[in-house]
């Protein structure tokens, strides 16, 4: 009996056996369903803010009985790793696997995702600003509850950026963004099932409105390139390394302020490119659909618990000290630009309904909700839409978070 406590003691002070625990049960969550909806993956994000709230930080429950005895400091290290490496695996197979189809499906509908990412950021920045200009919230805390409400670390850091030198701006710029993540999450991922459940359509038919006409490539004469594994793997290592350096690329804006794409927009637009034209020089970049799946649903579980577990610290702390109302403006930062960009979508540039869906998680910036819509709808055709309207959204997202912080 001593033998067993002493295994499992050792395990909780084991942090990838910690995160990997989170896992098992959120996925188990995750596949609780009422009336055929789920959190799906968001199960992951909900376990994750649970073991965030009682084993996060050295003065919480599980760390005072003794249950978790890795230190807070250790922790955060390894749900840093987790979260990114988990974004850069995700954001880069949905890369590959929308490149077939990206560019044609672009060509079509530019200007509709164009116009639909405005609309979304647009309404999300106005809701911004008029709780600035109505409330007592300053535009540090605002604006960390609508990058949170967008699920969009480019917007946080970007905020972060402006206000770096005063620690109490800092601070409130981090505890908005806690503040509006979680309902960001789960709100997104709900509602991508919900919609076409009240709209009672005919999921089959709405996937074959999705195919897109590859006849131009039949009958060309394929051309044989180098595989230097059968995996894959060195085709996905390299379109991630490029996919940093990209990112690492900053862009002089007025003002003074900076942008660039990131690791996440980065590795998405390598991601994009490798898939689309199939090779890199004389090197093959054909991945299978299996092996893009498995890192992408791997890549979508990491990022949840990095991002989760951080979240989860201190959160009952927030209710405590800043009321329910804070959340509040979080859920409208994120349900009207969903709504009002759905309405957009459907009656003003007449998207047919995946396509919305799969444009709006792009313009709301949800990785979570692709990956639930991916599965919910049965096809990766949406993932074209998110990577055509997610690029335009990140510009705008970092842009409005700047000019908001620094004027208001």
């Known amino acids: 009996m001593n ?5 499992l003691v050792s395990c909780y002070s084991n942090s990838l056996f910690i995160v990997f625990a989170i896992a098992f049960a959120g996925f188990m969550i ?7 909806v789920g959190l799906g993956a968001a199960g992951v994000f909900l376990a994750a803010l649970v073991f965030g709230h009682f084993g996060y930080a050295d003065q ?16 955060r290290l390894t749900m840093s790793m987790v979260q990114n490496m988990g974004l850069l695996c995700f954001v880069t197979s949905v890369g590959f696997i929308a490149g077939p189809n990206f560019f044609c499906n672009l060509k079509r509908n530019a200007k509709s995702y164009v116009c639909l990412a405005f609309v979304v950021i647009g309404i999300g920045s106005i809701i911004c600003i008029a709780v600035i200009s109505l409330t007592n919230i300053d535009s540090a805390m605002a604006v960390g509850i609508l990058s949170g409400a967008l699920t969009t670390t480019p917007g946080f850091a970007a905020a972060q950026d402006v206000v770096r030198a005063n620690e109490v701006l800092l601070n409130e710029v981090t505890v908005g963004y806690a503040i509006g993540y979680p309902f960001g999450v789960v709100g997104v991922v709900l509602f991508v099932q919900l919609i076409p459940k009240i709209l009672r ?4 038919e709405e996937r074959a409105k999705l195919i897109v006409n590859s006849a131009k490539e039949k009958g060309k004469k394929k051309k044989k390139y180098t595989e230097i594994d059968s995996l894959g793997l060195c085709a996905f290592t390299l379109a991630i390394i490029c996919g940093i350096l990209l990112g690492k690329i900053s862009i002089p804006l007025p003002g003074g302020a900076t942008f660039s794409l990131g690791n996440t927009g980065g590795a998405l637009l390598m991601g994009l490119l490798f898939g689309h034209f199939g090779h890199a020089g004389s090197l093959s970049m054909k991945l299978s659909h299996g092996f893009l ?5 791997f890549g979508l579980m990491m990022f949840l618990i990095g991002a989760g577990v951080p979240g989860g610290s201190g959160f009952v702390d927030i209710i405590h000290k800043y009321g329910m109302i804070l959340f509040i403006y979080g859920a409208l930062m994120t349900l009207l630009p969903l709504i009002i960009g759905f ?8 998207l047919c309904l995946l396509d919305n869906l799969g444009s709006l998680t792009g313009g709301m910036t949800s990785t979570p909700a692709l990956g639930v819509l991916i599965r ?17 959204a990140l510009v705008l997202i970092v842009l409005a978070s700047q000019f908001i912080v620094t004027f208001l």
């Open 3 to 7: 033998y067993l406590n002493a295994i």
């Open 30 to 36: 995750g596949n609780i369903k009422i009336k055929g």
């Open 60 to 75: 919480s429950l599980l760390h005072e009985i003794g249950l978790i005895t890795i230190d807070n400091a250790a922790l």
């Open 201 to 204: 359509v005919n999921l089959v």
């Open 293 to 297: 799946e498995s890192f992408r649903e």
């Open 343 to 350: 309405l957009f979508a459907k009656h003003v540039v007449n």
């Open 376 to 392: 919910s709808s049965g096809t990766d055709d949406v993932a074209s839409s998110y990577a055509s309207t997610y690029p335009v």
